[in-house]
């Protein structure tokens, strides 16, 4: 006997055909940001939303010197193999962290905007700036699957979409990399991380994820998608899992590097 789909299944299916006609339709000849008309964007051409020059350069300048284990700017000439100032102290289940820039300034505007309901064409143009930036890098970690941390089911329904899935789905695209949307999940629903001290973030997340075993992740090389990371807290809870569940690796990949521990990245910055 067939299946019947269910309420949350066609909600999903529903929601997944709307975004893809807002980014065709709505979307595809203007900047997401500043919804200026892009002047050089030719008709037939389907790549999805990209911000234009002036909004690119405003929301994310090159960084020059990155710290190589957790992302964040760091000066010249510093070894960082090891960590730098922001993260040589913290434990990581991950291998590394890669970031587009700081949490701060018109990125960190454009890290709150892609979270509400109707931010998933600024994530996309978002994470094609990303690709732009640090396809070599991006190439290099020789991954083999992408995944998204994920949102709970009561904060995906209050929110609409998850800016992670938007921006896994954007980076597998351009890496030639399967998408793994439901290896991972977050099956307990927790506060914000935005309203902890250090300690609770550490406590609050425990548990909360749960990857999926499946033949297919066992050995593989994960990039683990979000859009910020601060204390480095949700991006190693969803590691661990993984790792638990048998991947060999698993490397970050994030918007915006928020530093400090008490940093916020609102509405839930890891």
Known sequence: MPRLPTIAGYLRTSARSIWRAGVDFIYERSCPSCHRELPDVDPADRGGPRLCDPCAAELAPPVQYACDRCGAPVGPYLDTSDGCIHCRQESFAFNRAIALGAYDGALRLAALAIKQPDGAPLAAAVADLFWQRSELELRNLVAD??????HHWIVRLARGHNPAETLAAV???????????????KIRHTPSQ???????????????????????????????????????TTAHRATRELLKAGAAAVVVAVVARGIGRAGGGG????
């Not at 699957?145 to 994920?150: D, E, M, N």
């Not at 990399?177 to 991972?184: D, E, N, Q, S, Y």
């Not at 609770?200 to 909360?208: F, P, V």
């Not at 075993?213 to 480095?232: C, M, Q």
């Open 145 to 150: 699957v992408v995944v998204a941390v994920p």
């Open 171 to 185: 980076l597998a695209s351009r890496l030639g990399l399967p998408f793994a949307r439901r290896w991972l999940r």
């Open 194 to 232: 935005t309203s902890l001290t250090y300690t609770e973030r550490r406590a609050n997340l425990r548990g909360a994820f749960r990857a999926q075993r499946t033949r297919r992740l066992a050995g593989r090389r994960v990039l683990l998608v979000d859009d910020v990371l601060t204390t480095g």
């Open 267 to 270: 509405g839930g910055a890891p």
